[in-house]
């Protein structure tokens, strides 16, 4: 038995004999590989080959094959919601997969709204067989706008061409985004250390029951 390639298979049964003057059909053993590898289906192509020396007979073996290994596993990409203060500097949007792709693969990240964040490391990739997690790169704006947390919309997309490969990216997910700055008022409440007066207005009852109110 001849197989090309045997990366996903194990040919248990290198070789049978048909005994002389004998048709009954004869069985090689093989097994399949189950890795944790996602990839194509494949189909690998099978002959033979006669390995006893029959001279002169006439004999045949140039028939061939097929063996389809249908694939069985899914990578399925994975990410945790990533908090982001202004001022901070960047900060990672780590991405994990549970099992390695076959090829090369670039995924891409996008936010709903990068008027408080921006995205500096927008690209990451998976490397041929690796599972190893990946990292886009993030990073507040720091402005001088006193806001409220606000969280935006993170979305992971595929670049490579996975053809029917299972793949499984995760729904849209947060980024939380923390403001660093203090009201105007509160700034200068805190710089005059000594004494600060506040007016507070009182109501007051003018002649004819009408209420004022002034100092």
């Known amino acids: ?93 780590d991405v994990f997969v549970d099992n390695p792709i076959d090829v090369d693969t670039m995924l891409t990240l996008q936010l709903s709204s990068t008027e408080d964040v921006s995205i500096e490391i927008p690209t990451i990739t998976f490397p041929e067989g690796s599972n190893q997690s990946q990292s886009f790169i993030i990073e507040a704006i720091d402005d001088d706008i006193e806001e409220l947390t606000e969280v935006v919309g993170a979305s992971i997309g595929i670049v490579t061409d996975l053809g029917s490969r299972a793949v499984i990216v995760p729904p849209t997910t947060a980024v939380t985004i ?28 003018a002649p004819g029951g009408t209420t004022t109110v002034g100092g």
């Open 178 to 205: 923390q403001d660093n700055d203090t009201p105007d008022f509160l700034q200068t409440l805190n710089e005059n250390v000594l004494t600060t007066s506040i007016p507070i207005l009182v109501p007051t009852t």
């Open 1 to 93: 038995l001849v197989t090309l390639p045997q990366n996903d298979l194990v040919i248990v049964d290198t070789a049978t004999t048909f005994v002389a003057g004998s048709t009954v059909p004869q069985t090689l053993a093989i097994t399949i590989n189950d890795d944790q590898l996602v990839e194509l289906n494949e189909l690998i192509d099978i002959g033979l080959v006669a390995a006893t020396d029959l001279g002169t007979r006439d004999v045949d073996t140039t028939d061939t094959g097929q063996i389809e290994i249908i694939e069985n596993d899914t990578a399925t990409f994975s990410v945790e919601n990533v908090v982001v203060r202004e001022g901070d500097g960047t900060v990672s949007f």
